[in-house]
């Protein structure tokens, strides 16, 4: 019997959580669920945002279920830093996992290109880098204002974070390749650790083949020849960027999911598409990505079975039963894709 928070949050996030909890109900999870009202409503309506009580309650859990965080009445950093990077922070979930697979059936911007060339993995420090929030403005609000953000990459940090890539390139046992994507050439101190860690960690792994591209050109490949990419770590910032543009190349943020992992300890899933204000309450956004992020948490739960089953069902029904992935467009709603993906478990 699994301990599962759920934090279905903001917008949409309430809507696509509960066709995830409802596929977990189907594919037969054992789980005991805690559900947490965090988010816009009880920050609105009590100015809180994590309460250190809730922090430690969810450290005891097996794993987290987050359908979405912000809302448009909210200043924009507010839920973000305050609940889902805090989330991550303190539960240590360094690595941010986001799996850029194109299923059968799904339309994809890139011509000519199918799911046997779109299939890689993203592992995204999840810790560090411009997301600790370290910084200051020098002469504020004046012509001589200086604003300054720091990346902070620490050896362990980033050790910790390739040693996951590492294992986790060969575990999946595909292209055996693992890219280190970064900007050796502009970041002189950031991306110089980043790399002579990358080939001292990769002198353990020598059945892993180790390639470097800087993030820009990284960009141009992803659309151009997504399929030399196998696994792909990089530092927080980047890793954002890129998953966001890999999402679309899978068929949009309607199916993109992700894993904050704390390899050791409590790990949380969610879409990887935000709020989307513009669809609440219409039953019409599509809860696959969701659906997804229950598959990834079956699969870090140990549960492989259950998770295969997911995502075959997910295949089976942009194979043969959605129109689109995209919101409003799928020719069901909601609720009914939820129940497609029930029926073809
Ligand atoms: C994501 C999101 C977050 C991030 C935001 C909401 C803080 O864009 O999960 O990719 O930048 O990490
Ligand atoms: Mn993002």
Redesign the pocket.
Known sequence: MYKIAVIPGDGTGPEVIAEGLKVLDAVGLKYEKIMYDVGAERYKKTGEVLPDSVLDELRTVDAIYLGA??HPDVKPGIL??GL??KLRFRLEQYI?LRPVKLYPGVWTPIKNKGPEDIDFVVVRENNEGL?VGEGEFIDKDTPDEVAIQISRNTRKGVDRCLEYAFDYTKRRNKGNTLTLVGKTNVLTYAFDLWERAFNEMGEKYPSIKRDYAHVDATCMWMLKNPEWFDVLVTD?MFG?II??LGAMTQGGMGIAA?GNINPKGVSMF?P?G?SAPKYTGKNVINPLAAICAASMMLSELGEQDMADKIENAVMDITANKLKSLSAGKMGYSTQEVGDLVVAAL
């Open positions: 965080v912000g973000e830093q889902l990077l941010n997301y927080n954002d998953t966001d992700g969610e990887i935000g």
